[in-house]
Nanobody
Framework: QVQLVESGGGLVQAGDSLTLSCAAS????????MAWFRQAPGKEREFVAA????????????FVKGRFKISRDDAREDANDTVYLQMNSLKPEDTAVYFC????????????????????RGQGTQVTVSS
């Protein structure tokens, strides 16, 4: 069974840092680009960041540039790939449920920022930033 499982969310104060993890299992994701999305209460889901299937390219939403960093750790021996979202200088407006998603051969030549276009998606992890 293919799964993406997010973890690392929690309650932090403004200015703090948090690192989210997304563990992929059930198949190898070495040829999949990975992305993070978020959805705040009462708001539409929005794109946060993505990393290409090679790991060599990244893209960020303007509102997280310079504060968030996406990275990946592709295990070569098994199917347990992991993507991370390091979040620094968190703000109350970063409060949301964060989701990870995977898309085959996602590359810088054709970034995809709609979560519906990613084949695999996780269930999300809650991040709450207090002021």
């Amino acid at each position: 069974q293919v799964q993406l499982v997010e973890s690392g969310g929690g309650l932090v104060q403004a200015g703090d840092s948090l690192t989210l993890s997304c563990a992929a299992s059930g198949r190898t994701f070495r040829r999949y680009g990975m992305a993070w999305f978020r959805q705040a209460p009462g708001k539409e889901r929005e794109f946060v960041a993505a990393i290409s299937w090679t790991g060599g390219d990244t893209i960020y939403a303007d509102f997280v540039k310079g504060r968030f960093k996406i990275s990946r750790d592709d295990a070569r021996e098994d199917a347990n790939d992991t993507v991370y979202l390091q979040m620094n200088s968190l703000k109350p407006e970063d409060t949301a449920v964060y989701f990870c998603a995977a898309r085959f051969l996602l590359a810088a030549s054709d970034w995809v920022t709609r979560m519906e276009e990613y084949r695999y998606r996780g269930q999300g992890t809650q991040v709450t930033v207090s002021s």
